[in-house]
């Protein structure tokens, strides 16, 4: 059986949309834990309303919380299935999805399960992403998936319960939580795999909507910090020695100058705070401050032009 977890705050507007793409699926045994946290509309009304009309669904009132963390590690604690999946309460499954998962569960014996997604936006599919890697050994097959944009997100795979016993999400965290936490249920998986290609072309139909008030949108003031505690996770998971962390350590530096910049920070503060991190020490590009003012100069008279 699955156990699908799903936060719901504010979401009178989608919530039916991934309710009804649920009640579609070809394979039936599930359970819907919805975990309504703090909303000011009427989403835990038709929470209530699922869970009286269909007795898989479930719906838990835990009161208000940041983020979607704390709600999915309550659905952790009260989930009853030997498979779980995660979904946002603007999210969607394609009709065949829990039935092909349940497939690679049982014939694979897997304890983890990637699959690709479609991203939309404003109804139109703007995105379609499938990951692909031929890597057998985990630590190898992590890192294909995470150059592919693949890896850390919730929306693209499905656990074995039995490799998440201990493992929760970070709930001081709001952003590189889900990344996280997919790293330290690899570390105890014994298997890994990829959904068959031959699934992609209707199974793992996964719906991401895009919205001006996701986290993802907002401003992360400690940014540099969270990005620390994901760079740290993954040296954990991969092994000081690895020679990877060095790439991943340039991309973290670049993603950080780039969201500085972009999000109006203090430079001499935002520099020296980016400095102090493990990151920047094993990156081998280490801007210099005059040079850090520099690109920023640069970056808006670019900005500017466009």
């Given at each position: 059986?699955?156990?699908?977890?799903?936060?719901?705050?504010?979401?009178?507007?989608?919530?039916?949309?991934?309710?009804?793409?649920?009640?579609?699926?070809?394979?039936?045994?599930?359970?819907?834990?919805?975990?309504?946290?703090?909303?000011?509309d009427r989403s835990l009304k038709m929470c209530l309303e699922y869970q009286a009309k269909d007795t898989?669904?479930?719906?838990?009132?835990?009161?208000?919380?940041?983020?979607?963390?704390?709600?999915?590690?309550?659905?952790?604690?009260?989930?009853?299935?030997?498979?779980?999946?995660?979904?946002?309460?603007?999210?969607?499954?394609?009709?065949?999805?829990?039935?092909?998962?349940?497939?690679?569960?049982?014939?694979?014996?897997?304890?983890?399960?990637?699959?690709?997604?479609?991203?939309?936006?404003?109804?139109?599919?703007?995105?379609?992403?499938?990951?692909?890697?031929?890597?057998?050994?985990?630590?190898?097959?992590?890192?294909?998936?995470?150059?592919?944009?693949?890896?850390?997100?919730?929306?693209?795979?499905?656990?074995?319960?039995?490799?998440?016993?201990?493992?929760?999400?970070?709930?001081?965290?709001?952003?590189?939580?889900?990344?996280?936490?997919?790293?330290?249920?690899?570390?105890?998986?014994?298997?890994?795999?990829?959904?068959?290609?031959?699934?992609?072309?209707?199974?793992?139909?996964?719906?991401?909507?895009?919205?001006?008030?996701?986290?993802?949108?907002?401003?992360?003031?400690?940014?540099?910090?969270?990005?620390?505690?994901?760079?740290?996770?993954?040296?954990?998971?991969?092994?000081?020695?690895?020679?990877?962390?060095?790439?991943?350590?340039?991309?973290?530096?670049?993603?950080?100058?780039?969201?500085?910049?972009?999000?109006?920070?203090?430079?001499?503060?935002?520099?020296?705070?980016?400095?102090?991190?493990?990151?920047?020490?094993?990156?081998?590009?280490?801007?210099?401050?005059?040079?850090?003012?520099?690109?920023?100069?640069?970056?808006?008279?670019?900005?500017?032009?466009?």
């Amino acid at each position: 059986m699955f156990s699908i977890i799903i936060p719901v705050h504010n979401a009178e507007k989608t919530l039916a949309r991934c309710v009804d793409s649920l009640l579609a699926q070809s394979f039936p045994d599930y359970e819907v834990l919805l975990i309504e946290n703090g909303s000011g509309d009427r989403s835990l009304k038709m929470c209530l309303e699922y869970q009286a009309k269909d007795t898989r669904f479930r719906a838990y009132d835990i009161g208000k919380c940041s983020g979607p963390s704390r709600p999915r590690n309550f659905g952790l604690e009260m989930a009853r299935g030997e498979w779980i999946v995660f979904l946002d309460s603007d999210d969607s499954l394609g009709e065949r999805v829990l039935e092909m998962l349940g497939e690679c569960f049982r014939e694979e014996n897997a304890d983890v399960v990637f699959f690709g997604f479609c991203r939309l936006k404003s109804g139109v599919i703007t995105e379609r992403r499938f990951p692909r890697a031929e890597a057998k050994e985990k630590k190898t097959l992590c890192l294909a998936l995470h150059l592919q944009d693949c890896f850390g997100y919730t929306c693209c795979k499905a656990y074995g319960k039995r490799v998440l016993e201990g493992v929760r999400f970070d709930e001081s965290l709001n952003l590189f939580e889900d990344e996280i936490f997919a790293l330290q249920a690899a570390e105890r998986a014994e298997k890994l795999m990829i959904a068959p290609e031959k699934y992609n072309a209707d199974a793992f139909f996964y719906q991401v909507s895009d919205s001006d008030q996701s986290i993802m949108a907002q401003t992360h003031a400690d940014l540099i910090e969270k990005k620390e505690k994901a760079f740290r996770a993954w040296t954990s998971f991969l092994g000081e020695s690895d020679s990877s962390l060095t790439g991943m350590a340039n991309s973290a530096v670049s993603f950080c100058r780039w969201y500085i910049y972009e999000h109006g920070f203090d430079l001499k503060r935002s520099y020296d705070e980016l400095r102090r991190t493990s990151f920047f020490a094993r990156a081998d590009h280490k801007p210099e401050y005059y040079t850090f003012r520099l690109d920023y100069v640069k970056w808006r008279i670019k900005t500017a032009l466009r």
